[in-house]
């Protein structure tokens, strides 16, 4: 079974592609007025490309995601709409709805499959979302994220005595502590 963890990139960054579009557009305004100033080095035009391209991705992801959520049903696109851009929980999604929330869970893993669908008829299959997004760091982040979940690794601090005898078993306060991270698969 797909996971559409592209897809689900896409529409967690759904919220935020606004804001994303304006930090860009402000950053690449202070860059060209520095540059006017300073004398502009390769490292400023890089920056300036990567700005530009992250607000074109951001716009185009903006797009095809408008455009896939149009297919879909009214009650699909509100459980997506509500859980991606409004960020409601699913339970307070089957309260709104007034249904259970187990068919709350249903619907949105249709509606997931309906999106990932549409999407791939517009044009935007997995592979094609990857080679399009996949460099920016934004996208990466944002699909490492989900990657890490879907895999169930998740960071842990486990905390371990340096030392463990049976008084620091007996003892209700110990104080030397060693934190380590694990990672859960």
Known sequence: M??????????????????????SENKF????????????????????????TRKNNCLLAKEIVDKALKFLTDAGKSI???????KISFKNIAEKEQI??????????????????????????T???????????IFAATYDKLHKRACGRGQMIVELPFVYNDDIAKSPVTTKYNAINVYCD
């Open 127 to 137: 592979e094609v979302i990857q080679k399009e997004f996949g460099k920016d760091n």
């Open 100 to 125: 259970n929330i187990r068919q709350i869970f249903r619907n949105f893993d249709k509606e997931l499959a309906s999106f990932a669908y549409y999407l791939s008829k517009i044009g935007y299959s």
């Open 2 to 23: 797909e996971n559409y963890l592209w897809q689900k990139t896409l529409l967690d960054m759904y919220n935020m592609f606004d804001r994303v579009v304006i930090i």
């Open 80 to 86: 997506l709409h509500n859980y991606y851009k409004k």
């Open 29 to 52: 305004d202070r860059l060209v007025a520095n540059s006017l100033h300073n004398h502009a080095t390769n490292s400023m035009f890089d920056e300036m490309i990567t700005l530009m």
